[in-house]
């Protein structure tokens, strides 16, 4: 089964095993949605050990990990550990819709304030790693009273 959005018609004409690479032509307002240049692309490597600062720039925390949305494959939440060193701090879930790269600084931004990702939901890397556990609904709903 083809992946939603996938268009066959544009391999229609290519012989099985082609080199060939058929034109995509996207309309000036869809390249200008999707905004698509390199440059504003970045390595899952490059963000895990960012930081994530609040408004003022002061730091919130490092990003630990990111977990994904199989279904759209977009990001649904970064973990963010708080405090401690090397491993010993809280892995707070952010909703990664709350997290904007600052291209002066070269860090993460959040509008969050270290108050308000204090008293989020943590869990500990076992809890994280078990989807039974319930830890993706309970952050998304302590974030939608924020």
């Known amino acids: 089964m083809a992946p939603a959005g996938w268009n066959r018609e544009v391999f229609r004409d290519l012989p099985l095993g082609s080199d060939e690479r058929p034109e995509v032509r996207l309309s000036a307002p869809l390249r200008e949605a999707l905004d698509m240049t390199d440059e ?4 899952s490597s490059d963000v895990l050990g960012r930081a994530v600062s609040d408004t003022v720039g002061a730091k919130l925390g490092t990003i630990r990990e990111m977990y994904l949305d199989r279904q759209d494959g977009s990001v649904r939440f970064a973990i963010v550990e708080v405090g401690g060193f090397i491993g010993g701090g809280k892995f707070h879930p952010v909703p990664w819709r709350l997290i904007r790269f600052d291209e002066a600084t070269e860090t993460f931004a959040s509008s969050l304030t270290r108050e308000a990702l204090k008293s989020a939901p943590s869990y500990d890397r076992d809890q994280l790693g ?4 319930g830890w993706g609904e309970q952050t998304e709903r302590f974030f939608a009273t924020l």
């Open 40 to 43: 504003a692309l970045m390595k």
């Open 130 to 133: 078990n989807p039974a556990y």
